[in-house]
């Protein structure tokens, strides 16, 4: 009996469902489940870490990545219009900027923001101490990458929105703001999103700036729990912990896509 390209695809998809079963199966089957809750998954562990593990890590993690986002996010918003700007120097400075802080690790620009700034000015620092060069250092970063999503967005804005504007006596300035802008921002919401995704597990490079008990944050918390403790339990917590953050904005991202397409 011939097969009908419907039955075939069929057969081959509950072929690799019941595939991917069995593999999962035999790995929950082969792992020595004892061992693994002894190093993974200590109760006692665990319960060691509260309340601090949430009053002081994972509230210090979020306030990082939303000052380092909201910098970010104003600094890329600059860099996006000097990008799309007539001036030529204007371009090149953007264009340099991108390329540098795409190309630099986020835990070098730490580094540099953290030690060199204060040795390049004595007499000067970041305010807000730990908090404000991790704001700086990770936001320079983000800043490279937000520049291209919104210069991106901009340009999704059809140039008619802006002709218009400008045949109703606005300025150019003015219908940036009023018209193109607003549009823009709602086209790049979604990628602006998963930015956010990616500073938070960024904000796991702060240890390089020598943390305090009241400025650190959820990997650097849980590493010494770990050496306090000699087991990887407080790993999994702060894993956890991570996961509590970015599932829901994971949630938002797909639900503002959805939107977008029906939009469409």
């Given at each position: 009996?011939?097969?009908?390209?419907?039955?075939?695809?069929?057969?081959?998809?509950?072929?690799?469902?019941?595939?991917?079963?069995?593999?999962?199966?035999?790995?929950?089957a082969?792992?020595?489940?004892?061992?693994?809750?002894?190093?993974?998954?200590?109760?006692?562990?665990?319960?060691?870490?509260?309340?601090?593990?949430?009053?002081?890590?994972?509230?210090?993690?979020?306030v990082y990545?939303?000052?380092?986002?909201?910098?970010?996010?104003?600094?890329?918003?600059?860099l996006?219009?000097?990008?799309?700007?007539?001036?030529?120097?204007?371009?090149?400075?953007?264009?340099?900027?991108?390329?540098?802080?795409?190309?630099?690790?986020?835990l070098?620009?730490?580094?540099?923001?953290?030690?060199?700034?204060?040795?390049?000015?004595?007499d000067?620092?970041?305010?807000?101490?730990?908090?404000?060069?991790?704001?700086?250092?990770?936001?320079?970063?983000?800043?490279?990458?937000?520049?291209?999503?919104?210069?991106?967005?901009?340009?999704?804005?059809?140039?008619?929105?802006?002709?218009a504007?400008?045949?109703?006596?606005?300025?150019?300035?003015?219908?940036?703001?009023?018209?193109?802008?607003?549009?823009?921002?709602?086209?790049?919401?979604?990628?602006?999103?998963?930015?956010?995704?990616?500073?938070?597990?960024?904000?796991?490079?702060?240890?390089?700036?020598?943390?305090?008990?009241?400025?650190?944050?959820?990997?650097?918390?849980?590493?010494?729990?770990?050496?306090?403790?000699?087991?990887p339990?407080p790993?999994?917590?702060?894993?956890?912990?991570?996961?509590?953050?970015?599932?829901?904005?994971s949630?938002?991202?797909?639900?503002?896509?959805?939107?977008?397409?029906?939009?469409?």
């Open positions: 009996m011939k097969l009908t390209p419907r039955r075939r695809r069929r057969i081959l998809r509950v072929a690799g469902y019941v595939v991917f079963v069995l593999v999962i199966a035999g790995v929950v082969a792992a020595d489940w004892g061992r693994l809750s002894d190093a993974f998954f200590r109760s006692d562990v665990a319960r060691s870490m509260f309340p601090e593990a949430i009053t002081v890590a994972l509230r210090n993690t979020i990545t939303l000052l380092a986002f909201v910098f970010g996010l104003t600094v890329g918003l600059v996006a219009l000097m990008r799309l700007s007539t001036i030529l120097p204007y371009r090149w400075f953007a264009t340099a900027y991108i390329e540098l802080f795409r190309g630099l690790p986020a070098l620009v730490l580094f540099m923001v953290g030690y060199g700034v204060p040795l390049a000015f004595p000067r620092e970041i305010p807000g101490g730990v908090y404000g060069s991790v704001t700086v250092g990770l936001g320079l970063t983000a800043a490279a990458y937000m520049a291209e999503t919104l210069r991106a967005g901009i340009q999704a804005v059809p140039k008619g929105q802006l002709e504007a400008r045949t109703l006596g606005m300025s150019h300035p003015r219908a940036m703001v009023s018209i193109v802008l607003p549009q823009a921002f709602r086209i790049v919401i979604p990628p602006l999103t998963n930015e956010i995704i990616l500073l938070t597990k960024d904000t796991s490079l702060v240890y390089v700036l020598g943390v305090t008990a009241t400025t650190i944050e959820l990997t650097k918390f849980a590493g010494d729990t770990l050496n306090t403790r000699v087991n339990t790993l999994v917590v702060a894993g956890l912990l991570y996961l509590v953050i970015t599932l829901p904005l949630q938002v991202v797909r639900g503002l896509e959805r939107r977008a397409a029906r939009e469409r």
